[in-house]
């Protein structure tokens, strides 16, 4: 049977039973005071999916306390953007989220940032570890919207290794665990102070750290089991096994489905783009993670986030 032909995706009821299997497995539990209990009183026959707390008294139903709060979305519905969005591999615009969905267009913006929001991990935890080696690159990615830095002439700061150097565009910067997880983050500006931070404060310092032959790394480098890198201005990209080709294949599907598949994106929601391709990638099928469970691990990352229309601010296309 298609994964699309689940009862959860075309039955509004049945989508209310699958979310409480994945948020509610040991029972309903009430977002108001917490309680969890097979003893809330089971409103469903007024409206789908509504409890009652035993205790506070309060009404509730699976969506409260989730990105899926206030939507007025049928739930079956959020559940094939949720598919759909985890299992396009550069993504899903807006536009054919409206057009499959057979929503408005701001409605399905709307709720693809609300899906990013809860794609959104909080990890903290050090990346790699004795024996392990993460890569770690920047690259710049669109023009920003904010001045470029200028030089002591007044002039607009330009590379003056390459062509095409950073001067006006965004910076993102990305580690990533060979064999593992990967984290992007965009900065105002690819600093040697900025990237040093975030270097340190997510590789663990037992780690072989991996870089090209750009001037913001040897200094963090030192403070890692080992720091190799390889020199692209020489043509060299493989010497032994020390290369970036792992955050350099990261970088080609994140540049392919933002030009290809998104076309546009404010600088201001290019933190939820980088979450989304984040996700993508640390549950892909080389990790033993496909479409379906991708989708369910999308949907246990709703709990305990809100986005509200006026956050994200509707001026962009997708």
């Known amino acids: 049977m298609s994964v699309l032909s689940k009862p959860y995706f075309h039955c509004e009821e049945a989508a209310f039973a699958h979310l409480e299997s994945i948020l509610w497995p040991n029972g309903p539990g009430c977002p108001h005071c917490s309680s969890v209990s097979e003893k809330h009183y089971d409103l469903r026959k007024t409206r789908l999916g509504l409890r ?22 049928p739930l079956n519905k959020m559940l094939q953007a949720v598919y759909l969005m985890s299992a396009s591999k550069k993504g899903i615009s807006a536009h054919q989220l409206h057009r499959v969905l057979e929503v408005q267009y701001k409605t399905a913006w709307f709720l693809a940032h609300r899906i990013r929001e809860a794609m959104r991990d909080g990890t903290l935890a050090p990346m790699g570890g004795a024996g392990n080696v993460v890569e770690a690159d920047e690259t ?23 062509k095409f150097g950073p001067a006006g565009k965004r910076a993102v910067v990305a580690l990533v665990e060979r064999g593992g997880s990967v984290r992007s983050f965009h900065v ?29 790394y040897p200094e963090v480098g030192k ?21 970036t080709n792992t955050i350099e294949g990261y970088f080609s599907i994140f540049k392919r489905g933002m030009k290809g598949v998104y076309q546009l994106c404010c600088e201001k929601h290019l933190h939820r783009y980088l979450a989304e391709f984040d996700f993508r990638y640390n549950n892909r099928s080389k990790l033993g993670c496909e479409d379906q469970e991708r989708g369910d691990r999308a949907l246990k990352g709703i709990s305990g986030k809100r986005l509200t229309y006026k956050g994200p601010s509707q001026d962009d296309s997708l």
């Open 52 to 73: 009652k707390c035993c205790n506070c008294r309060k009404q509730f139903t699976v969506k409260v306390g989730t990105v899926f709060e206030s939507a007025h979305i």
């Open 140 to 162: 710049y990615f669109g023009e920003t919207e904010v001045q470029p830095t200028l030089t002591k002439e007044g002039k607009p700061y330009k590379s003056r290794r390459r």
């Open 223 to 243: 403070k890692f089991a080992d720091h190799a890198t390889v020199r692209h201005s020489a043509d060299e990209y493989v010497r032994g096994d020390v290369h």
């Open 188 to 216: 105002d500006k690819a600093t040697k102070a900025n990237v040093a931070s975030i270097v340190e404060e997510n590789i663990d310092r037992e780690a072989s750290l991996y870089t090209d032959e750009s001037g913001l």
